[in-house]
């Protein structure tokens, strides 16, 4: 029988992919063969919770057209993840999804040594990019309708930041945004906020202005990274 034979991008796709040492958590996504940068799209949660998450979560569904809009706005050599957390919850101290972040950037880091990384979280997803802010190749920091806590961290020097929050927004707070925008602005960091008139926590009202200005961000974030 013929052998199957395994190229090198194949291969660092498999790993990048894999399962292996998340207890749970997971990433898929496009991944071209070569990729030269990538986005980490973070979904929202609950303070707490241990449920299991799936793919067919609700929070975890609605990321899948900003990956979607990414995909579309960057060349065909950017990756774009989504990343799948164990459980549901932050669950204080355990700080569930940023240990399921930190594992996505070392398993990223591992199969693509220094590759530009933008992040994208939504809600509790935001939280997690806020605190991984300052992280070593995050060129861009995209933190829609976040849960602002005190661990929100500042960007490194040059590193562009977009905080959008719908003005409706009754989960999180429009309000908290804004102050995190002005602190940015006062330290020197490349910030834009977007407020969405009208828009809501779920990011349905206007979802087409939620969806193309985050893909735009994200393009242009990973055309010149820092």
């Known amino acids: 029988p013929r052998r199957r034979v395994t190229t090198p991008s194949a291969a660092s796709t498999r790993r990048l992919l894999s399962p292996e040492g998340g207890d749970g958590a997971e990433l898929r996504g496009h991944v ?42 960057t060349r065909g050599d950017v990756a774009v993840l989504r990343l799948k957390n164990r459980v549901r919850g932050w669950n204080g101290p355990a700080e569930d999804p940023l240990r399921d972040a930190r594992w996505a950037l070392g398993r990223i880091r591992q199969v693509h040594p220094g590759i530009p990384i933008a992040l994208v979280g939504h809600s509790m997803g935001g939280r997690v990019v806020l605190r ?5 190749d995050v060129v861009g920091i995209t933190a829609l309708a976040p849960w602002i806590a005190r661990d929100a961290r500042e960007p490194r020097p040059g590193i562009p930041a977009l905080l959008m929050h719908g003005s409706r927004d009754r989960i999180t707070d429009p309000a908290r945004t804004a102050t995190l925008a002005r602190r940015y602005e006062d330290a020197g960091v ?12 779920a990011m349905l009202r206007h979802a087409g202005r939620w969806h193309d200005t985050v893909a735009q961000f994200v393009s242009e974030a990973l055309a010149a990274p820092g």
């Open 32 to 73: 071209p063969p070569h990729p030269r940068a990538l986005a980490l799209v973070v979904h929202g949660g609950a303070e707490t919770g241990t449920d299991t998450v799936t793919w067919r979560s609700l929070a975890v569904l609605r990321m899948a057209p900003f990956a979607w809009a990414i995909r579309s706005r």
């Open 190 to 201: 490349d910030v834009r906020h977007d407020v969405v008139d009208g828009g809501d926590h």
């Open 132 to 136: 991984l802010a300052d992280e070593p």
